[in-house]
């Protein structure tokens, strides 16, 4: 007699993951406007009856919660998709560690009840680099005669951009008379 046993994989799918980090985050960076957050577009798997949770703070509801949101996408007639969003690490129990945030999201097959069966996923994002924006000004004494071209060359560096600018003037043309004597 042969028994076939069938093991599922991941049928959970996750997509557009966005992350930022806030100014203070970024230690040694130039401070910005932006706030830490994360969001993604996730669907549980199809047979699930519970709504996701986060996996290291189960006594958060992600329905109602301002700062801790896994929301049913309203526009889903199969109800499995969902829209995460996060704009509270400390309370969603998010963690920044090497650059990247992790945050758990704890699949439950039904509500309430923790099985075997149940899926879990970790979402890890690394925020983009800010950029920085420096103005400089070049010093010029006299005037562009006529004819006057401003070229440049842009060169990025390791964590610098650097712009060189060069000035150059059309020589008149050289006459020169020379004799055969």
């Known amino acids: 007699m042969f028994q076939v046993h069938v093991i599922c994989g991941q049928d959970y799918d996750v997509t557009d993951i966005q ?11 130039t401070p910005s406007t932006l ?35 896994i929301r049913p ?50 979402i890890m994002c690394k925020p983009p680099e800010p950029t920085i924006i420096e103005n400089k000004a070049a010093g010029f004494a006299g005037s562009f005669p006529h004819g006057a071209r401003v070229s440049g060359v842009v060169e990025e560096t390791p964590g610098r951009l650097e712009y060189e600018v060069a000035l150059y003037k059309e020589a008149p043309a050289r006459v020169s008379n020379s004799s055969g004597g």
């Not at 992350?19 to 960076?29: I, L, N, P, W």
């Not at 706030?35 to 986060?54: C, H, M, Q, T, V």
């Not at 998709?81 to 439950?108: D, E, I, Q, S």
Request: proline residues 5%; neutral net charge; charged residues 25%.
């Open 19 to 29: 992350c930022t980090f806030s100014g203070e985050a970024r230690a040694g960076k």
């Open 73 to 122: 996408d309203i526009s889903d007639i199969s109800l499995l998709h969902y829209n995460l969003m996060v704009t509270n690490f400390a309370r969603c129990g998010v963690l920044k560690r090497n650059g990247f945030v992790h945050v758990r999201v704890w699949f439950p097959q039904f509500s309430g009840v923790v099985m075997m069966s149940d899926q879990e996923l970790i």
């Open 35 to 69: 706030k830490d957050s994360i969001s993604a577009k996730l669907k549980k798997p199809e047979g699930f009856k519970g709504a996701p949770l986060f996996a290291d703070d189960r006594s958060t509801d992600p329905l109602v919660d301002p700062e801790c949101q």
